[in-house]
């Protein structure tokens, strides 16, 4: 494989074909570069028919043999940079932070290197990748220094982090999470310079606790105590350097060994915000100053203070620097806040050189907008924006549309399983496959690419009638969905690998049962549609050269898939339980003078960790005492108990990234305004029932669905 064989005779071996699986296994294993080079690959074998040996290995690999080779090199010599964090020194656990850190502060999370931010190689040669990269890489980098390690995946979660083993006991680890993010009107960036202890050798109740479930580590667990209170967890910043760590915390800088047994706090006062150590000498922010400090008698000198240029109008006594990090070409970097008369504040980023003889240059500071830290979770598509009502929008694409432009040399073919009718023949570049106007469901779907002019592959996996998303990828022309099954496909997604992804744009887009053609999606986004049980029934698939726009032919990208956020049902007097609704429409009753008297809310196809939360104020009880959760009952049900009012929150990391608003249609009242993340609404005081609810999630920040005067009424 190292050399990207194509065929391998393996008759002198005694391979039997029960064990292929496991020899490809062991082959990766004994060379750990071989598959974190690797963008993917796939094999086939012969054999014997009368003795089950294998004659021959097929190998087939999305890239050629000199691009494999090259990324190989550039890994092995990523490593060797990387691991200039850890010395002999350094214990095991020393050495699992150090890495760790080293990991955090030098990778990017996000996809603008393609398939490659899901490998090794993209963190350590691109300094960009999602959580597949970051474990892979752990797991890499981990292996070269004899500690055991291995990656682990939630489904549920859509995530993947390490179990780490130090002195027999396992830990988790998760980098991706430990790397802040910051959120602002831009999007989200790199917060450069932080790192976060709170999913790093922890126990499974410790990384439970912060978000993670329903991983499967094969049996193994993660129970000992050892470093539960290790230090620095909580702080903002350390560094290691000559066998021990400093640790800024805000008020005091402190030298400590790993376990924090034997600890000297070195100096004290405010904003001692970031410490790094570049060039082997240790630097610390403290206010409006960098010092460098002298570990051997711990005395420091300021080597740098922000300048009124860099202050400009904003208040001097207000501004601090916050973090450190290292920058390009071996600088120091920083990041401070400064303050105007308004009271609004600005990020800023600068650098400096800095050497033995403390000179530094004049930095060109950046500024950046202000935001907070969060933690990153995997975000495959973009952020959906939920609807405020759940109809299906109307279409307003032709039945029969014409077949869009190929701007690519290449060409993409393919053929579905169409209910009643089975598979239709290949159809290519645009052109529909499936049904328009006929009402037939797709069942499978099958795509190959064909006149490539450069290395790759394409794959696709789909979501199945009462299955849900494919756990694995399909690869150039084999069948995804099923056959015989009479299930229907009601989304798909679709990518390149290898060469083409970096040369080619894949853009695709469905017609969907009661919504008709939908927008167009590209290079992986979900298209089609969950949760609402609609049919595929037609599909368009285009290459494009890269960059260039979406296909002509109603080249719209919005609306190319639709799921509901959040569902919710109520028991009703005289009716009882009502079925789901979602995302905005009307639960309960107006106009009949019905009370409600219990509520059910559930998250749906969450892409984030977190859940809802809510709570109702109940005729005679008052409010209730504890929060109810992801589908349980809150009120009562057979007491004949009127809701008088609701609270309803999110938790998590989907508190991060939406806004719960919801109203009541209240008794007297009418439709009272929208409340939101844990407002009261409805009345108190008045023995008022509620009759309806209406509630929405939508991105943080915006808009209300509609006026929020008058949410709540109390006497």
């Known amino acids: ?100 850190d080293w990991l955090v502060l030098h990778t990017v999370y996000g996809t603008s290197n393609g398939n490659d931010a899901y490998t090794a190689y993209g963190v350590l040669v691109d300094g960009t990748g999602v959580c597949d990269g970051y474990a892979r890489s752990i797991d890499l980098l981990l292996s070269e220094e004899n500690i055991p390690s291995f990656e682990i995946v939630s489904t549920g979660m859509n995530h993947a ?46 990384i439970t606790a912060t978000g993670h479930s329903g991983w499967d ?10 470093y539960v209170n290790m230090p620095r967890k909580n702080n ?61 008698n711990h005395t420091s000198s300021t080597v740098y203070s922000l300048t009124s240029s860099e202050l400009g109008n904003y208040y001097a006594d207000s501004a601090y620097i916050y973090g450190l990090y290292p920058a390009d070409n071996g600088q120091l970097g920083y990041r401070y806040y400064r303050f105007n008369q308004s009271g609004n504040s600005e990020a800023v980023t600068g650098q400096i050189t800095v050497n033995s003889n403390n000179n530094t240059d004049t930095p060109v500071p950046t500024v950046e907008q202000p935001a907070t830290p969060t933690p990153t979770t995997e975000t495959p598509t973009a952020t959906p924006t939920p609807t405020t009502t759940p109809t299906p929008t109307t279409t307003v694409n032709p039945a029969n549309p014409t077949t869009p432009t190929s701007t690519s040399t290449a060409t993409v073919s393919y053929k579905t399983h169409v209910q ?51 756990s694995n990828w399909n690869y150039d022309d084999s069948m995804s969905g099923t056959q015989g099954k009479g299930l229907r496909l009601e989304a798909i997604k679709i990518e390149l690998t290898g060469q083409m992804e970096k040369n080619y744009d894949v853009y695709y887009r469905v017609q969907a049962e009661n919504i008709g053609w939908m927008g167009w999606a590209k290079n992986g986004e979900n298209a089609g549609t969950a949760g609402y049980g609609y049919r595929l029934e037609a599909i368009q698939i285009v290459l494009v050269k890269k ?15 639709e799921h509901p956020m959040v569902q919710y049902n109520t028991h009703v007097e005289n009716i009882g339980w009502q079925s789901n609704v979602s995302d905005g429409s009307v639960a309960g009753t107006t106009g009949q003078g019905l009370r409600l008297e219990g509520i059910h809310i559930n998250l749906s196809n969450q892409e984030y960790t977190g859940s809802i939360e809510y709570k109702t104020h109940v005729q005679d009880y008052g409010w209730e005492t504890n929060w109810k959760a992801n589908g349980s009952q809150s009120g009562t049900v057979g007491k004949g108990k009127r809701l008088e009012a609701i609270q309803i929150k999110l938790t998590g990391v ?45 991105p943080k920040g915006s808009a209300a669905p509609g006026s929020t005067a008058t949410a709540f009424a109390k006497r």
Not at 66 to 91: G, I, P, W
Not at 217 to 226: F, L, R, V, Y
Not at 264 to 274: A, D, F, K, L, M
């Open 161 to 206: 982090w390490n179990m780490v083993e130090i002195n027999g006991s396992w830990y988790h680890l998760d980098a991706t999470w430990d790397d802040p993010q910051v959120t602002s009107a831009s999007g989200a960036a790199d917060l450069a310079g932080f790192v976060s202890y709170s999913n790093i050798l922890q126990t499974d109740a410790g």
């Open 547 to 561: 960059g260039g726009a979406a296909p002509a032919n109603d080249g719209a990208t919005t609306n190319a898939y």
């Open 236 to 296: 903002n910043s350390q560094s290691y350097l000559d066998g021990s760590w400093y640790v800024a915390n805000g008020q005091n800088l402190t030298e400590t060994d790993f376990s924090g047994n034997n600890s000297e706090v070195i100096t004290t006062g405010s904003n001692i915000s970031g410490v790094q150590d570049i060039n082997n000498a240790l630097y610390y922010s403290q206010g409006t100053t960098i010092k460098q400090l002298n570990t051997s």
């Open 1 to 100: 494989m190292l050399n990207h064989d194509a065929k391998l005779d393996v008759s002198s071996t005694g391979l039997l074909k029960d064990g292929v699986t496991a020899a490809i296994k062991k082959a990766l294993a004994s060379d750990p570069y071989l598959s974190a080079a690797m963008t993917s690959f796939s094999y086939s074998y012969s054999y014997n028919k009368s003795t089950n040996k294998v004659v021959n290995l097929y190998f087939y690999y999305a890239e050629d043999q000199a691009t494999f080779t090259t990324h190989y090199n550039e890994l092995k010599s990523a490593v060797s940079t990387a691991l200039q964090c850890v010395d002999s020194s350094m214990s095991d656990e020393e050495k699992v932070l150090a890495i760790h």
């Open 217 to 226: 580590s094969s049996g193994i667990t993660a129970t000992s105590n050892q």
């Open 654 to 698: 989907m508190a991060q990234k939406y806004d719960v608003y919801y109203r009541v249609h209240c008794e007297n009242f009418g439709w009272m305004g929208w409340a939101k993340n844990g407002e009261s609404s409805g009345s108190a005081g008045y023995g008022y029932r509620l009759e309806g609810i209406q509630i929405v999630l939508v």
């Open 420 to 470: 009643d009718y089975g598979w239709q023949d290949y159809v290519s570049n645009g052109q529909t496959s499936g049904t328009v106007g006929q009402s037939k469901r797709l069942e499978g779907i099958q795509i190959k690419l064909e006149n490539k002019d450069t290395t790759g592959s394409i794959r696709y996996k789909t979501h199945i009638q009462n299955q849900g998303w494919e």
